[in-house]
């Protein structure tokens, strides 16, 4: 029976919420377009900097950006006359990353899109990177797959995490705590741990390169920092109004998130550490 293209497009979307990885997108969709988290953004500005050069990106080079988020990344590509396409699950955050472009006086193509399953055709890139962003991909090995697609053999990849025993990394898994991803979701943090990573990437690529920087977010105190992640980032606004109902629990959850954040708050910033990873695809 011909259900015909309308009915088929609604058949297909069911099936992929039926499915537990992509209705976790979905709620990853959801959660990023909480809040504002463009307002905090500006703090990941100087990685995005970091990261550009690190990647050794040049002038003509055509360029992915894989969990663009707000564009930092893209822009910052594009300003150095790299050719940039930019992809993110969530519309809400492109809406910001247009707006910084056009600020910048810049061009880059925006894509809503999904890194498990890239709308690109194979070896299309002389360069993928991702600022803190392909490390929420529910399935690694998905992710690897795909980045490695459309990326040129002798093409550079490189991307930013945080470290499992920093504190982002550490914050990941208290979040898993009080609000525990679906069975089989890998934990962001562990794209941090360069075994991990080096694991990951393979035989299917060569010349592994780690370094380490720190990131600071101006913060008077580890309350202010807390404050300002629930009301703007949406992981920890999600697990806030989720536990607003139960009143011990969501104490229970900013004190151990406050415990956490405390030995990071010197001189008024957090200091974040990073790590930043560079590979070139064989």
């Not at 399935?139 to 470290?163: I, K, S």
Request: overall charge negative.
């Amino acid at each position: 029976m011909n259900l015909g293209p309308a009915a088929a497009l609604v058949t297909m979307t069911l099936s992929r919420l039926e499915d537990p990885y992509e209705a976790f997108k979905a709620r990853q969709r959801e959660t990023w377009a909480m809040g504002s988290f463009a307002d905090i953004a500006t703090f990941t500005t100087p990685v995005a900097g970091r990261l550009v050069r690190f990647a050794g990106l040049q002038e003509g080079d055509r360029v992915l950006d894989v969990g663009t988020g707000t564009g930092v990344v893209a822009v910052t590509a594009a300003r150095q006359g790299c050719d940039v396409v930019a992809l993110d699950l969530t519309p809400e955050l492109l809406e910001h990353a247009r707006e910084n472009a056009a600020v910048a006086g810049v061009e880059v193509r925006w894509d809503v899109g999904d890194v498990e399953r890239l709308p690109h055709g194979d070896s299309s890139f002389d360069a993928v990177v991702s600022q803190f962003g392909h490390m929420f991909a529910p399935r690694p090995d998905v992710a690897v797959a795909e980045m490695l697609r459309v990326l040129r053999p002798g093409g550079t990849l490189a991307f930013a995490t945080w470290p499992p025993e920093q504190l982002i990394g550490r914050q990941f898994r208290l979040l898993g705590q009080y609000l525990p991803p679906p069975p089989g979701v890998a934990s962001p943090d562990l794209w941090g741990d360069p075994r991990v990573v080096q694991e990951r990437l393979g035989e299917a690529v060569r010349d592994v390169h780690f370094e380490r920087d720190r990131m600071v977010w101006q913060a008077l105190s580890p309350e202010h920092f807390l404050a300002l992640q629930e009301a703007k980032a949406g992981p920890f606004l999600r697990v806030a109004s989720t536990l607003a109902s139960d009143p011990a629990r969501l104490a229970a959850f900013r004190a151990e998130a406050l415990a956490l954040a405390a030995p990071y708050h010197q001189d008024n910033v957090m200091q974040l550490e990073y790590l930043l990873t560079r590979a070139t695809k064989r």
